[in-house]
């Protein structure tokens, strides 16, 4: 693999000077045209990390010593378990539900769930969450629940981020 866009421009008009009209010269030309896209993708990315890690940059970038993998962590995880409640309406049983929630940031990345919260509807009532409070940063908010009152169980209930408002 080449390891600038100079030597990759030697190499290529290097194998441009032979004879590459047989068959056994596809490999070597396919090779060539891989490694430059390569060369110039890897370029490419190198460029934008750099940009968005840069001095203005709204991410923090964190390794840990000894860690396996790479966070980048552009707002905080929620501390704060949901506000659940109830409303009247419904012919549903009574059921305690879970929930927890998750910040979104404008390009569509999530923090981890919030604590979470087990709320008792009683019958013939639907559950209510809170907004969470609003951070920097979050473009919106998500919210996971569960009528098993088990947090593995829980699934997403909005299929876009909910604004912050009061509900």
Do not use: C, H, K
């Amino acid at each position: 693999m080449s390891d600038t866009l100079g030597s990759l421009r030697a190499e290529i008009l290097l194998w441009l000077r032979s004879d590459l009209n047989t068959p056994a010269d596809v490999p070597m030309l396919n090779a060539a045209i891989n490694d430059g896209i390569e060369d110039i993708w890897l370029s490419m990315m190198r460029v934008q990390v750099a940009r968005f890690l840069g001095l203005d940059s709204p991410v923090t970038f964190t390794l840990a010593s000894g860690a396996e993998r790479v966070q980048l962590v552009s707002i905080a995880d929620p501390l704060v378990a949901p506000v659940l409640g109830q409303v009247a309406g419904g012919n549903l049983a009574a059921r305690t539900i879970l929930g927890a929630y998750s910040y979104v940031t404008e390009s569509g990345a999530e923090t981890q769930l919030s604590p979470t919260t087990a709320f008792l509807t009683t019958v013939n009532n639907f559950g209510q969450v809170n907004a969470p409070p609003a951070v920097a940063g979050a473009f919106g908010w998500n919210f996971y629940a569960s009528v098993t009152n088990t947090a593995a169980l829980m699934a997403l209930q909005n299929q876009q981020p909910l604004p912050f408002v009061v509900p």
